[in-house]
């Protein structure tokens, strides 16, 4: 059989499977709905501080003040705000989220990377050796960070139970799909399994914004 | 037969199907590539003015000078900026886009729309009937436009000939495939087919850094 023949064959084969799934389709889906689906949230820019740079920002025992709780245990924006500083613009009013970690990371999207003049890669949360250097000013004082500053990857954040019941691994990457009028698949989406996690999908503002997610969405997630 | 017996039936020939595919995956898509990449060109927000709204901003008779060309043959960006003006804040240096249009349409992203305050529909370029209002500031005028202000779909721009070889029609919705970290499948993307149009895809700049795309990169169309 020629290259065409098969190409052609196994069209064929493929569409005519999809129909019959697709004729059964509303069935299977209300059956697995439940077991798809990932709440998303949507991560506007924000700062993680250390406390050596929390102390210069806001000086010595200085004590944040919670502004409202996200989607992760433990984890809450405070009132505090900062500025941060690229060589084109700064960006006022970025969210400080406690509490303190080992180092400062601050997490961007491309676009505001753009404004900014900086080129941060794309990562996962405490992975910044190389990361962007970026400019912090606080009330108190300003901190230069030679590295900090990433676009954070798309990612899932589960209990071993919720990875258990996807059947998936930590650090396994999936695909995520977006219903909608600018809808489509997240490619690269990486699991990242805890006890101390609760389900939920984290985005950037430019996911959010190609994809028309507002948060509190439902995905479904493809394996 | 058990819904869930034929779920896993109907999954167990889907899955049997797709490896014999995937087993001749490399040779397909090899043959393929050239006829299934297109390029793609990424918009920033843009205005497109009508004869009465260029006299109110730039004056009667005025002229405006070509900036650069963009991929459809006949359109070009000017030097001539506007400044657009929402509920929550204006943005300067809007680039016009030329020649003039028979009704005045601003084009900008899910990220502008968020920080200017207003809420345009995701539409087809020229499609305005109840889209966003905007005003927009000239060197010689202002215009309040109760209309006009969209964010653009995204889509295909390409000749009879290059609808014929991709086998598409016009109005068509086809799926489009990016590589890279952030990779993914864009979804509805609209094919538009005129004698007077150049082969490339128009993303706005949402899009484009949600996605990892800078331009000029060759994409995938899938239909």
Redesign the interface.
Known sequence: MT?EG??TL?RA??DA??D??TA?GI??VQ?QDHDLLVPVSVSARHIHLEQKHAEILFGKNYTFTKHRDISQPGQYSCMEQVTIVGPKSQMERVRIVAPLRKQTQIEI???DA?KLGVNPP?RHSGDLKGSAPLTVIGPKGNVDLLEGCIIA??HIHMSPADAKRFGVVNHQKV?VEIDG????????VTIRVSDRYALDMHID???A????IKGQEYLTLIK
């Open positions: 290259v098969r190409e196994y084969i493929r499977v999809m019959e799934i059964h069935e299977l059956e999207s491309k676009t753009i794309v990857d798309r695909k009028e600018k809808g489509g698949l997240m490619y690269g503002t430019d996911d914004n190609a994809f028309g």
